[in-house]
């Protein structure tokens, strides 16, 4: 059975500091994404990680996958308040349809 | 831009009811999904359908059943409603495995 787990699964910070978000998960998989989900609304895609090495970068965020560490990073540079959401990680099953197994999800608070 | 439409924002049924929850997505999108989101727990996958009346089950399909007859268009089917059902539904769409999945606005349902 495949397991997703991140951490932190809150974090404080400040305005203009740096942070990671860590993304392990249980079993053999190339296929990793994040969302970002902001306080009543839905998921919105961040990026899509398909292969081991993969990095993406949007503005302040980086996302990497290292397929046989079983970990991805989702890294905040410079944090500014607009960051403030909860981000999910998820895994897509290797075999068959897709199917993906999401992380608790890591509430960030950026603090001016 | 891909739209993923719900029919209700909020919905409050009584236990026992049936209680039907309705997805569109606009895009011609081959494979459908029915999330739970609870709080602490992430999402957790109820039911997909990778094609017109296909259906497969997820992680936690017990109690809920599902139907597609149109591409466009994949429902959810609480047969007999009860309190441990009170959750934020989500349905997402995406065209396939290589892309992320789409999310609706999320149905949150109350069963008294």
């Known amino acids: 059975e495949l397991k997703v787990e991140q951490n932190p699964l809150f974090l404080s910070m400040q305005e203009g500091k740096n942070y990671t978000i860590y993304c392990n998960y249980s079993?053999?998989?190339?296929?990793l994404y994040w969302y970002r989900q902001d306080p009543g609304k839905s998921l919105e895609s961040l990026f899509v990680?398909?292969?081991?090495?993969a990095v993406k970068q949007e503005g302040r965020l980086m996302a990497s996958l290292d397929t046989k560490a079983r970990l991805s990073t989702l890294h905040i540079t410079a944090a500014v308040h607009d960051l403030s959401a909860t981000y999910f990680c998820?895994?897509?099953?290797?075999?068959?349809?897709?199917?993906?197994?999401f992380g608790q999800g890591t509430r960030l608070t950026i603090n001016p | 831009d891909v739209k993923v439409t719900q029919s209700s924002r909020y919905l409050v049924k009584r236990t026992g009811e049936k209680v039907f929850l309705e997805c569109v997505q606009d895009?011609?999108?081959?494979?459908m999904f029915w999330y739970r989101q609870d709080p602490g727990l992430g999402l957790r996958l109820i039911y997909f359908s990778y094609d017109v009346k296909m259906k497969e089950k997820g992680d936690i399909p017990e109690g809920y059943s599902v139907s597609r007859e149109k591409k466009e268009r994949f429902s959810l089917i609480l047969e007999s409603a009860s309190t441990n059902q009170t959750s934020m539904y989500l349905c997402?769409?995406?065209?396939?495995?290589?892309?992320?999945?789409?999310f609706g606005p999320g149905t949150r349902l109350t069963v008294t």
């Open positions: 998820a895994v897509d099953l290797i075999q068959g349809a897709q199917k993906l197994v």
């Open positions: 997402a769409s995406t065209l396939s495995r290589l892309y992320e999945q789409y």
């Open positions: 895009m011609d999108h081959e494979n």
């Open positions: 990680l398909l292969s081991n090495g």
């Open positions: 079993t053999t998989s190339d296929r």
